[in-house]
């Protein structure tokens, strides 16, 4: 590995590189994880740009409710890292596959989303089957972000998978 490929992979080099990588219309990143793990990669990674982190519950749950996919697109409106997804995936207030409700709010740049849940075989899930929640969607085109711990600040405090489409 040579020094550039090295910067590279550090922070917060690799937090820019991501996030460029993201700014195509329609591309798209899951944060999956711990909970805690996963707010506080999106929060730094969203001080790499001085945005705003929208919380889709917030603005969809409010009054009055949001009763179709449009009025939940309009609500999150130009937003880039959203947070707190889990009411898309109420059923049967929402039929929605919540990845491309999201691909469809990145449209015009890049999102990088909490997932609630995991992904994994080139499947988002959330919750259990059996329940009104459970949700698995195929997962294609888009970034993995999985929280590390680190212990020097210029660690990189993720580690990326590329899920084809």
């Known amino acids: 590995m040579n020094r550039d490929d090295e910067s590279a992979t550090r922070w917060p080099d690799i937090g820019y590189s991501s996030l460029v990588e993201l700014e195509a219309p329609g ?22 740009e001085g945005a705003d982190i ?62 609630p849940g995991d992904v994994a075989r080139r499947s988002a899930t959330f919750s259990s089957a059996g329940r009104s929640d459970f949700v698995s969607v195929p997962a294609s085109d888009l970034l993995v972000l999985r929280p590390l711990a680190t212990r020097f600040p210029d660690e990189a405090p993720f580690s990326v998978e590329r899920i084809p489409a």
């Not at 109420?90 to 409700?101: F, N, S």
């Open 54 to 115: 929208l919380s889709v519950s917030r603005v969809v749950l409010r009054e009055p409710l949001a009763q179709f996919e449009i009025d939940v697109l309009d609500r999150i409106g130009g937003a880039r890292f959203l947070i707190d997804l889990e009411c898309l995936c109420w059923r049967p207030r929402w039929q929605l596959d919540p990845i491309r409700l999201c691909r469809r709010a990145a449209r015009t740049h890049g999102a990088v989303v909490l997932w």
């Open 27 to 48: 591309k798209m990143a899951l944060v999956v994880g711990d909970r805690s793990e996963a707010l506080d990669l999106i929060g730094r990674l969203a001080g790499l």
